[in-house]
């Protein structure tokens, strides 16, 4: 079946310590978004890629930075986790980006941060 | 800003019908969606809605009204695996996809 595939599902990280999120799609689809959600709240977007177009969103911080080797991949890098940053990241996919285009959802990644 | 409103949670009987609202400031509008998402768990499609009127998908059906910045999500035979967060999204004039924090409905046997 076509999907997206996040892992790990839960990732466990100290204080400061970087670690990497990972994304695919199997949907050939040519955007994909990673969005942290937070308990009882809105999934917040972090940064799209629209093929290989980076679209970062103002208030993401420095600390996230993300990477797309190619159209299936997709990763998202937390440089010095704090524990703010505990959330559950959710990759997401589009065809191509359109006001019809509805997202696809990985399972997602629940970080804690010790 | 862009603003989108929902309750925070809800209670319903299970074989009840509930509507779970939701209302939104954008700056331009390109449709709007219903995710239904289980504790734990990513979104789910439920639907889209670019045109006023209502659409019916099984037991699920959502209705859109452009004019009043309103939709609503209308769930009938309510079942336990019903429990779970809707989240209402709006694609603002930039194909910005603007989410509300969802609405958790508890269904009760």
């Known amino acids: 079946d076509a999907m997206v595939i996040q892992n790990p599902r839960y990732q466990v990280t100290q204080f400061g310590k970087p670690v990497t999120l990972s994304c695919s799609q199997t949907?050939?689809?040519?955007?994909m978004y990673w969005y942290q959600q937070k308990s009882s709240q809105a999934p917040k977007l972090l940064f799209h890629?629209?093929?290989?177009?980076?679209?970062n969103e103002a208030d993401t911080p420095d600390n996230f930075q993300s990477r797309r080797p190619n159209t299936s991949f997709c990763f998202l890098d937390i440089r010095s986790p704090g524990l703010g940053d505990a959330a559950m990241y959710l990759c997401?996919?589009?065809?191509?980006?359109?006001?019809?285009?509805?997202?696809?959802f990985g399972p997602g990644t629940r970080l804690t941060v010790l | 800003g862009q603003n989108i409103d929902q309750p925070t949670e809800m209670t319903a009987t299970e074989g009840a019908i509930v509507q779970i609202n939701c209302t939104y400031q954008?700056?331009?509008?390109?449709?709007l969606f219903w995710y239904q998402q289980h504790a734990g768990e990513a979104p789910t499609f439920l639907s889209y809605n670019v045109l006023d009127g209502l659409e019916e998908k099984g037991r699920f059906s959502s209705f859109l009204s452009r004019s009043k910045g309103y939709s609503y999500l209308l769930l009938k035979e309510l079942q336990m695996k019903d429990s779970a967060s809707y989240l209402c999204a709006v694609f603002d004039s930039n194909y910005q996809l603007i989410w509300g924090a969802g609405t958790k409905l508890i269904i009760k046997p």
């Open positions: 997401a996919t589009s065809r191509v980006g359109g006001p019809t285009d509805t997202q696809y």
């Open positions: 954008t700056s331009g509008f390109n449709g």
């Open positions: 890629y629209y093929d290989k177009d980076f679209n």
């Open positions: 949907l050939n689809h040519n955007v």
